[in-house]
């Protein structure tokens, strides 16, 4: 979603921001603009649509100035246009600000405003927020950012300049991530790390509640009732490589490619095989209090929600907890029965999603101990839970999550070898879960040497307009993310099922053009499945079928089997899911779709 990133310090500013928000575009955005401080004067540039469109612009009329802000904005209120990008000035038109967030009392300030004579060119609440500032700017762009901010009602980070204070950025954060970039001579701020790194490796993440003032010499945090806060220097772990395409086509491509590797750091230090156990400190629990849980409530949305519901599976067969999956959206305003013998999971890539971290909230309020499993380091999820496991595959910069899926399945399998083995599980098949873990990183490895089996198969699916994907039991969780997969990136409308339930409606569709691609690997339910095709069969449905080796019965049923090699039921979604997701990304690409960028998606959904 929406970007934000600031420059102070001795270099030109305009070309480190373009660069920022292109570091950025993968959130997801419709339209950009940066604001430069040009000798005395604010220099505003902004447009519609994508950022390239703004660089066009730029062209031989780069505003020149060391002090800048800039953003790109995904439209939630107001439409996507010129006027509503941001920045937005005040009054005065020395003031610019941009904001990630939504301001929920801006109808009723602007209407007081208004009744003072403001005049507003857009319908957003950030300029209302400008207009805020500039009405209390006594000179002190610091205070009048504070004064402002107690009037305010939401969510919000945001970046403000002055042509008045030349080397000045006043940042703040309630709810909207703000970094701080620490640099030599300079100082950097943005809303994603990957806008700071080129820059430099040291971050302070600002907590809600806080502002921060930046020149090029230093920075202070501060509260908006000016206590001064002292904050601890972090390093970001990954390099700038780490964010580039490395010779990929798309970042998409590379991070399904990546999960060898991505899988292998989730487990890395975690799992012992002599005794058949995880190592997890950051989930901050005694064998006591994990035997004190009576129930798990795992609470996430999208991809995420997709592996919250295999970790159920996993939780009640070998943990024997009740476990119950909920999309957070649903679980923040409903009454949900939650109490301290209950722990709560959210489990989030990017530890930002407001659903998520809204039910996590609600969860902590009703007493429930939760742990978080969230990939981005700092992020508001990560630092809300009691305890938890960051996932440590890397950047996800591609807006279709891959990389992220299966190492969230495998920090759920060690949360579950976790409650396992202080109930039922012996050593034994704690071992034998340990050393299956271990070999799926060379076991994905085999699916992606055989990816092209999947591009060729793309080409004579790419022209569907509708596909069905069917699993059973903890495969069934699997089918719903490959079809979420196709349907994000190549827009085929595509629908999960549970195979069996094909028969209760779907099974009304299936006709000669429709695909329908059936997870099914040797496992318990494997007999039922192979009748499930046959079902599929006998109405002309095009079957695609994921399979272990030497699967006859299945082979003559499908039009095309795509093979993964065996491991425990319970781990094999890591295994089934590669080729869904390599499958939906050469659909995608033989269709000409923008498969990082897909239309009206955001990577990090901060907003309801
Ligand atoms: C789908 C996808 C989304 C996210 C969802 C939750 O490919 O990426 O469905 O999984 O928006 O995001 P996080 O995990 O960041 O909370």
Same mark, same amino acid.
């Given at each position: ?72 904005? %995904? ?56 207009? =805020? ?104 772990? %990954? ?13 998409? =491509? ?50 995420? %929600? ?42 989030? @890539? ?57 190492? @969230? ?21 704690? @071992? ?15 699916? =992606? ?160």
């Amino acid at each position: 979603m929406c970007g934000i990133v600031g420059y102070v310090g001795p270099r030109q500013a305009a070309p480190i921001l373009m660069e920022g928000l292109r570091r950025m575009e993968y959130r997801g955005y419709d339209s950009a603009g940066i604001a430069i401080l040009d000798d005395g004067e604010l220099v505003i540039r902004k447009a519609a649509g994508k950022l390239g469109i703004l660089a066009q612009e730029l062209v031989g009329a780069e505003p020149q100035g060391t002090t800048g802000i800039g953003h790109t904005r %995904w439209a939630t209120h107001g439409a996507p246009t010129t006027p509503n990008a941001h920045p937005h000035t005040d009054r005065s038109g020395r003031i610019a600000l941009i904001h990630n967030g939504i301001i929920e009392n801006a109808t009723a300030i602007r209407k007081t405003l208004l009744a003072r004579g403001h005049e507003f060119i857009s319908e957003t609440d950030t300029e209302v927020l400008a207009h =805020l500032v500039g009405a209390f700017y006594e000179g002190n762009l610091e205070e009048a950012v504070a004064s402002a901010l107690r009037d305010v009602d939401g969510a919000y980070g945001i970046c403000v300049i002055s042509a008045d204070e030349p080397d000045v950025l006043v940042v703040a954060r309630n709810g909207s991530p703000i970094i701080l970039g620490i640099g030599d001579g300079e100082n950097l701020v943005a809303s994603d790390q990957s806008a700071l790194v080129e820059h430099t490796r040291s971050v302070v993440y600002l907590d809600n509640g806080e502002m921060a003032i930046l020149t090029p010499d230093g920075y202070r945090v501060r509260t908006l009732t000016s206590r001064h806060v002292d904050k601890p220097i972090n390093q970001i772990e %990954w390099d700038l490589a780490t964010i580039e395409r490395g010779g990929f086509e798309h970042f998409m =491509l590379k991070e399904i490619f990546e999960q060898p590797e991505s899988l292998e750091n989730t487990m890395r230090g975690h799992l012992l095989e002599e005794s058949g156990n995880v190592r997890v400190y950051g989930l901050k629990m005694d064998d006591e209090q994990a035997k004190a849980v009576k129930r798990i409530i795992i609470t996430a949305c999208g991809t995420s %929600w997709h592996s919250a519901l295999i970790g159920k599976y996993m939780i009640e067969e070998l943990a024997r907890i009740p476990t119950e999956v909920e999309y957070a959206s649903e679980f923040r305003y409903r009454n949900p029965i939650v109490d301290k013998d209950t722990l709560v999971i959210a489990i989030s @890539q990017s530890g930002e999603t407001a659903d998520t971290l809204a039910a996590l909230l609600e969860a902590k309020r009703r007493g429930a101990s939760t742990l978080g499993l969230v990939n981005v380091v700092g992020s508001t999820i990560a630092r809300e839970v009691d305890g938890g496991l960051y996932l440590r595959c890397g950047p996800e910069i591609g807006v279709a999550s891959t990389k992220a899926f299966t190492s @969230q399945v495998a920090a759920l399998a060690m949360v579950t070898l976790r409650f396992a083995r202080l109930k039922d599980m012996s050593l034994l098949e704690g @071992q034998e879960y340990v050393r299956a873990m271990m070999k799926l990183p060379s076991q994905i490895q085999e699916i =992606l040497e055989r990816a092209d089996e999947l591009e060729s198969l793309a080409e004579s699916f790419k022209d569907s307009t509708n596909a069905l994907y069917l699993g059973r039991g903890v495969n069934f969780p699997a089918a719903l993310e490959g079809a979420l997969k196709l349907k994000e990136i190549s827009y085929i409308h595509a629908e999960g099922y549970p195979a069996a339930e094909m028969k209760h409606g779907p099974i009304a569709l299936i006709d000669e053009n429709m695909p329908v691609v059936v997870v099914a690997p040797r496992d318990a339910v494997h007999g039922k499945i192979v009748s499930n095709i046959q079902e599929v069969r006998a109405r002309g449905g095009r079957v695609i079928a994921i399979v272990n080796a030497g699967d006859e019965e299945i082979s003559q049923l499908a039009e095309a089997t795509f093979i993964v090699p065996e491991t425990l039921d319970l781990l094999t979604p890591i295994l089934t899911v590669i080729p869904l997701q390599l499958f939906s990304y050469y659909v995608a690409v033989a269709r000409g779709c923008n498969v990082d960028q897909p239309r009206n998606l955001a990577k990090s959904v901060t907003v309801e």
